[in-house]
């Protein structure tokens, strides 16, 4: 509760936080006629813009763009003498892309007519009051989009060695000798592949027995394949990580089954996880509840335990991607504002893993499916045998599609190849409009793409 002599500046709503789902709801609750206070302590945008998807996916272009120019010569083109990666250069291109994101995020909020812009750190002080600095804003509606930080786990000798993560590899504008990967997950595998792209020498550590462990295992397979055919060391099973310093280096012990119990890198990255940032938010004052982990606890409309308290984005571990955070907005803004009564449950499992080639998901996995215990139809096709994967030279991976066999309805697909990112939408429409698969063998596909081979691959469907 405010102090007696804190002036409290009254709001319709409160957004805390300026991700994926903030400034999207603050220009549709300012444009219902509310009047709207929009909190951010940190850079506009939020981890999207700022350390994840746009500035990661600029240096898998980059990456891509080095690569492409070291295999020329398979093309019949010929460079003048031997690719050199200028990084920062490399970094300057990111900062400038994420930059313009931040800027307009920024922008859009400081000029949008009923917003006002606070930047500081919001603390819940009541159910409905928040503090900012010495400000105390009072709504009746609250929104937290207050994201995520990268996990620092507790390795033995983590306190004696530099380390870097997501965020502050946004810094590094050179090639490191060697980069040590702890982390064999989606954001780790990332910055594995783009940096060994760019000249490093990478090791990725993983804890688990295989890579992406959510994945199938020919999946995970398949991107250990392409990862280690660049020349990246993997370690899997490295059940007690610790590190120490070694002169300028970090020596990781690693006790794996197999390979030298320890490496010597010349940096180490962090990529075991993200965290929410709810700490130092002021929930317990509020009354709103989280699980052990720090996820805001949300019913299917992402409303929080206390009325008229809202979190959305990966706060409220529902998702952990921006297309989550921005359908959490969608969901919000129709229930509050077009009387609509829209679900999470009603979105299906959907995200990409930016290596190169890219795996494009939707809904189950293989195990999944066996798991369900019905009757089920799966079929695959190597990237060698799509036309248009081989006329570009990118032939790695596979697509994996399946299906319910009564109904006929896809039930997941996972397609690791190129522009899989973009193919696995096909199969997502599909999904989302509950059709048989039989319907996408009707259609006229354009030729030569990778998206015409979904018809046939599902031509191929056979019982589990
Ligand atoms: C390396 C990396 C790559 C990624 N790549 C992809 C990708 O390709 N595709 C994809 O879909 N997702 C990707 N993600 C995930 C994606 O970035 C996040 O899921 C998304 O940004 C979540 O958005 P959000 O709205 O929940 O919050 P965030 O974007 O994290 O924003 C939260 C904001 O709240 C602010 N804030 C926090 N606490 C307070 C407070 N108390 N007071 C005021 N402000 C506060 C923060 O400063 C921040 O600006 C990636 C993530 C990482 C780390």
Known sequence: MAKANTQVAAYDAIIIGTGQAGPP?????????????????????????????????????????????????????????????????VKARKDRISGQSRVGVEHS??????CTVYQGHGRFVAPHEVQVDDAVLAAERIFINVGGRAVVPNLPGLDRVPYLTNSSMMAVDFVPRHLVVVGGSYVGLEFAQMYRRFGSEVTVVEMAPRLV?????????AIAEILESEGMRVRVKAECIRLAPSGDDVMVGLDCADGPPEIRGSHLLLAVGRRPYTDDLGLDEAGIARDERGYILVDDQLRT?????????????????????YNDFEIVAANHLDGGSRRVSDRITAYAL??????????????DVKDRGKPALIATRPMTRVGRAV???????????????ESKQILGA???????????????????AKAPYTL???????HPTVSELLPTLLGDLHPL
């Open 25 to 89: 709801l603050a220009r549709r609750l300012a444009a219902a006629g509310m009047t709207v206070a929009v909190i951010e302590r940190g850079a506009f945008g939020g981890t999207c813009v700022n350390t994840g998807c746009i500035p990661t996916k600029t240096l898998v272009a980059s990456a891509y763009a080095a690569h492409m120019a070291r295999r020329a010569g398979e093309f019949g083109v010929g460079l003048a003498g031997p690719v050199h990666v200028d990084m920062p250069r």
């Open 109 to 114: 909020l400081r000029t949008l007519a009923n």
């Open 213 to 221: 462990h959510r994945e199938d295992p020919d999946v995970s397979a």
């Open 305 to 325: 335990s206390v009325p008229g308290v809202w979190a959305l984005g990966d706060c409220n571990g529902k998702g952990a991607f921006t297309h989550t955070a």
């Open 354 to 367: 930016y290596i190169d080639p890219p795996l494009g998901r939707a809904g189950m996995t293989e195990a």
């Open 391 to 405: 006329e570009k030279g990118e032939t790695a991976g596979f697509m994996k599609v399946l299906a319910d066999a």
């Open 414 to 432: 996972s397609l690791l190849g190129t522009g899989c990112d973009e193919v696995i939408h096909g199969i997502l429409d599909l999904m989302y």
């Open 440 to 446: 996408l063998q009707r259609t006229m596909p354009i």
